[in-house]
């Protein structure tokens, strides 16, 4: 069995099981508007799948029409097996959480988390046990009977989570879960969410605009523009390799280079930018034609700064310091080269000294690893 | 020329300034808003011109009439005998005449009245609700063009006079009006249905008159609503008419309660419509008030009338409210 894994595979099981949710060329028109345009995607059960994207990419169309409030122009949507065509919202395995909560404002927190399960049908007790429970994990025990205006943000947040939740749901629509809360709260919600994720088996779908948000939750991420999806991958493989410039630029920050393909082998491929004084040299090969113009991305992190002349003949650069902000554990510096190009590079402060030792104007050098780079075509 | 130069009323010529001007060149222009911010000077005043309207054309008046309630007729100007008079002995004399409201509970023309004011009213009030809710529904969730056409259409009866639609209910309702017409010519009916002078030309009349102050408040209510909540609803698991009852018609609450209050107020003291569509032999208490006052001349039994009116109205209001703020509590 043991031959059979996919190294993509992040479920990590023998046999890749069939998807949880399927969604076959899905197409959304709004008029002669296109929301979404031709997405397949297969979702494995247990995943946390985030949708990245700016406004208007088409994630929130994609994610309602999960929830079946929208139904796709052509395309089909499958839930565990079944077709989800003509099933209406309140008929479907699937449970959201709204960006504004949507917490029914006449009701308590009670009265919210035990609406969906009133319409279930079932007993008096077996509600009151199963709000019980629900509300304990999201720690709301003592809210029971308050009303949502008189709850926190982040309160209101974990009643919208259990309300979603207590229906027992097998798959989790979250729209911009984090999105109405403060930095810090984020931070630890962020982490609960991935715990009671992982303790209730939940599979979840997250649409987010909000990079971090979707490194820190995802298994893996589909990257939306335009109303397709560009690419899917790990969080890792996103933002370690980007496979167009639209996902480097969106993802993180990132200096892209334009230039040109001057030595191409299977284990590297040598790029000459003309904003650059020596070539770059990448220890990976490159998957695009050879011949057209070819763009690298290098992260501002995986750039070095130093006063010392590099020996060798590639990755590396020249130029003056132009702007320094230091952040507390990371020093942002803004490095103009000789050709005017700004670039911009990271240091952690791992120790007190290191942002110290640059100040502006002073003349530095950027070196970079072989392995940093991405190249890409377009 | 010799001699110093003087350079009248330039700024900054110290021996021209008057106090004022001192004053004004070292703070500038006076600052009212943060004397009318803690003063509440501003806010005072808000409140004040509503309270002066009030005070002067609705408390005023409801005292004087409340004073004539209690006085006796008289074949005079004014009709009334004073509460208070010199007798002939120079003592100060109090007349405080309860024969008035005494009259209203033995006779039984003013107790049918303002029954039949109450089931009126109630269930004018009702039809009003139920026509209104669904029309005041569709107009907040049409798109925005169709929405101010129909809220236009609304609006539009309010361009011609009152009465004048109230005449034209006639036309349409007598026996030999446009509706008995129509149904004779094709055949429906072959004698004319009597609808002039019956409850239901009264309802008819009251209905159509009243609609819109139903309808605009519940639609200002209902257009609020946020539409995630129903689709939160139907996420949970509920059709779209428990998603209707369990989450809109409750959130609608003080929208129906709004119209509803603006129908049922009007009508307890109707009197156009009943006079001019409904029965002879029942009056309702606007009628009656009206022939008091005018026909009778009997003032003191029309504001004892009126009187009691108003305690028949704010029952329900006070009602309404001690409901609501518990709603709000809660």
Known sequence: ?????????????????????????????????????????????GEVFCLLGGSGCGKTTLLRMLAGFESPTSGRILIDGQDMAGIPPYERPVNMMFQSYALFPHMTVSGNVSFGLEQEGLSKAEIRDRVDEILGIVHMQEFLHRKPHQLSGGQRQRVALARALVKRPKLL???????????????????????IQER?????????????????????????NRGEIVQTGTPRQIYEYPATRFVADFIGSVNLFEGQLVEDEADHVRVRCPELPVPVYVDHGVSAAPDGPLWVAIRPEKMLLTHEAPASGDNWARGSIKDIAYMGDISIFVVVLAGGREVRVTQTNIARSVGESFSWGEEVYLVWDASSPVVGAG | MAGPTVKVGQVGDPERFT??????????????????RRSGAGRKLVIGIPLVWLCLFFLAPFFIDFKISFSETRLAMPPYAPLLEWGPDHALSFHLHLA????????????????YSLKVALISTLLCLLLGYPMAYGIARATPTARNLMLMLVILPFWTSFLLRVYAWMGLLRNNGIINSLLLWLGVIDQPVQMMQT???????????????MILPLYTNLEKHDPALLEAAADLGARPMRAFLRVTLPLSFPGIAAGSLLVFIPVIGEYVIPSLLGRPDQLMIGRVLSDEFFSNRDWPVASA???????????????????QARREEA
Request: hydrophobic share 45%.
């Open chain 1, 1 to 45: 069995m043991e031959g059979s894994v996919r190294p993509g595979d992040p479920s990590g099981s023998e046999v890749a099981p069939p998807p949880y949710v399927r969604v076959e060329s899905v197409v959304k028109r709004f008029g002669d508007f296109t929301a979404v345009n031709g997405v397949s995607l297969d979702i494995q059960k």
């Open chain 1, 173 to 195: 629509l979250l729209d911009e879960p984090l999105g109405a809360l403060d930095r810090k709260l984020r931070e630890r919600t962020q982490f609960e969410l991935l715990g």
């Open chain 1, 200 to 224: 209730l088996g939940v599979t979840f779908v997250v649409v987010t605009h909000d990079q971090e948000e979707a490194m820190t939750l995802a298994t893996r991420i589909g990257v939306m």
């Open chain 2, 19 to 36: 106090p004022l001007w001192a004053a004004y060149y070292r703070f500038g222009p006076p600052r009212w808003e943060p004397w009318l």
């Open chain 2, 100 to 115: 008035n409201y005494r009259f209203l509970l033995s006779d039984a023309l003013y107790v049918s009245s303002y029954l």
């Open chain 2, 199 to 213: 409850d239901f030309a009264v309802y008819v009349g009251i209905v159509y008159s009243y609609l819109p102050f």
């Open chain 2, 305 to 323: 009338v009126a009187i009691a009116m108003l305690a028949l109205l704010v029952v329900p209001i006070v009602l309404l409210q001690r409901v």
